[in-house]
């Protein structure tokens, strides 16, 4: 059946507000380990998405936006809570040999052994550090969005750990991670290779009520179970 006879067939009276009683029946045992996280990425030159001949390409995606990986969604700047920090050996095959991740560990030990495990040569891949945020997204209208991954590894460690002392902060002064609403901006950067897109926290406010209290949800529904990580 072609894809246009399959629509022509579901063009019937749609009347979502009858439905919402049975919202969330044969739901019960969908909890957060069972739904994918998208990661925000920020995008840069060389970026797949931002390239019009790649297959990955997204329509309106630039050099220094942000992207949510599961919607496509592009930001210049987002509002966010930050639930948790973690922080993993990530093991890429590089970019002239095709790309892609090879596996997340531990430390970079234990991604040794796995490419020796995999009798893959290390020189084919490059080992970095790879901080990471769990962030909870709110909107311009102060409405949460839902949780993403914001990974900060090389150029942004710096940044990710600028952002890590300002939360600490405020945890010392006895409001929690989750307590504060941040702005996630985009910067320009440089180094031997030339210029880039970096990021940045700033802070907004202490997080309302309402917000505190998403975040509260989001934080203790991701940590009753492993959540699979969208790539």
Known sequence: MSKSNEVSVFKGKTDLATRQARVGQGSQNVSASDMAIPRIKLLQLISEEVIPSNAKFVEGAQAGMFMNSVTNELYTSFYAVNLHFSRKTVVWKKRKLGGGMFGTYANEAEALAALAAANEPEANYDISENPTHLVMVVDDGGNPQGIALFDMPGSKIKHSKNWNTL?????????????????????????????????????????????????????????????????
């Open 167 to 231: 939360i600490n902060k405020q945890e010392e002064a006895g409001n929690p991670r989750f307590g504060c609403v941040w702005e996630m901006s985009v910067i320009a950067d440089s180094n031997s290779n030339g210029p880039f897109s970096n990021c940045d926290a700033g802070f907004v406010t202490h997080a309302p009520n309402d917000i505190y209290q998403a975040a509260e949800t989001a934080y203790d529904a991701f940590f009753a179970g492993e959540v699979e990580q969208a790539a």
